[in-house]
């Protein structure tokens, strides 16, 4: 992708982030309904719908010949990554929006011919603002980041896990997954993929790891850390498919051999 033509979509993606922010963050005490999705514990309401539904309109009047691959299901049913697509998650969080009316996040990624070349996750009460463009470094509120430290010893490490999605789908030996929580120093859980990879490529978490996610919740974060040196990948070490649901490994590249030797793969099912 043109470097100045990216530049140009940066700056109007952020400026859609930020106004879609400042609005839920307007109505954030509103009513609103609750719908149940794909469980009882897969939460979407009508701000979900209305902020989905405002980037759509944006993009499709300004970048008509752009695609969208969004969570509520308003944007393009793809089966390729060709030509420009933003892979958007209007509140990553949901439950956390119901629950406590924060911990929530806008995710948007574009890719290109499926190459991450922007991520924008902005956590819209915090009003903190994450962001990268590939090859240009990630920022936290314009601050650049350090990259991730390549030494950390494992038995340091602080992983960021949701303990449902762990068991999801049964992928690993529950076993494993209990040695490797002991042996690592600590696990938390925020109930939000984008912020928590936006933790993990600031340093407040030194991994991530889900069994079962969404292209939506990943998008935006992975090409966010990969700017700090974070590698992506699912629990065989592929790269994790911007079309399906996948689990998610975020981490540095020696943390990441080891937790898919030592616990993924062996403890596989
Ligand atoms: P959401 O809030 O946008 O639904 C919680 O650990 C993380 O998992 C959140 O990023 C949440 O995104 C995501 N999540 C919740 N339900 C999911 C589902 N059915 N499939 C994939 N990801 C899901
Ligand atoms: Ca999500």
Redo the contacts with the bound molecule.
């Keep these: 992708m043109n470097v100045e033509f990216r530049d140009t979509l940066f700056n109007q993606a952020k400026s859609w982030v930020l106004e879609a922010g400042a609005n839920i963050r307007n109505k954030i005490n509103d009513p609103y309904d609750i719908a149940t999705?794909?469980?009882a514990?897969?939460?979407v309401t009508t701000m979900d719908k209305e902020t989905e539904s405002f980037f759509i309109t944006n993009i499709k009047a300004s970048y008509p010949e752009h695609y969208i691959l969004s969570?509520e299901g308003f944007g393009d049913h793809l089966t390729t990554l060709n030509g420009t697509v933003w892979i958007i998650?209007p509140?990553?969080?949901?439950?956390n929006f119901v629950h406590q009316k924060k911990n929530?996040a806008i995710s948007v990624g574009i890719y290109h011919d499926g190459v991450g070349e922007i991520g924008i996750i902005y956590d819209v009460m915090a009003d903190v603002l994450f962001y990268a463009k590939r090859n240009e470094g990630a920022y936290k509120n314009d601050v650049k980041l350090a990259p991730l430290n390549p030494n950390l010893k494992f038995e340091e490490v602080i992983f960021g896990l949701?303990h449902f999605?762990l068991c999801e789908n049964r992928l690993v030996d529950e076993q494993r997954m209990q040695d490797f929580v002991r042996t690592i120093r600590g696990s938390r859980?925020y109930?939000?993929?984008?912020l928590e990879l936006a933790y993990v490529a600031e340093g407040v978490m030194d991994g991530y790891l889900?069994m079962?996610?969404?292209p939506w919740?990943v998008a935006a974060g992975i090409v966010i850390a990969d700017e700090v040196g974070g590698i992506t990948s699912d629990i065989d070490g592929n790269p994790v498919s911007m079309l399906d649901?996948s689990s998610v490994l975020t981490c540095n590249s020696t943390i990441q051999k080891r937790i898919i030797n030592d616990y993924l793969q062996k403890g596989k099912k």
């Excluded at 509140?91 to 439950?95: A, E, V």
Aim: hydrophobic letters at 35%; glycine letters at 8%; charged letters at 25%.
């Design positions: 999705k794909s469980n514990n897969d939460l969570e998650d509140i990553d969080g949901t439950m929530f949701n999605w859980t109930g939000s993929a984008a889900s079962s996610l969404a919740d649901k």
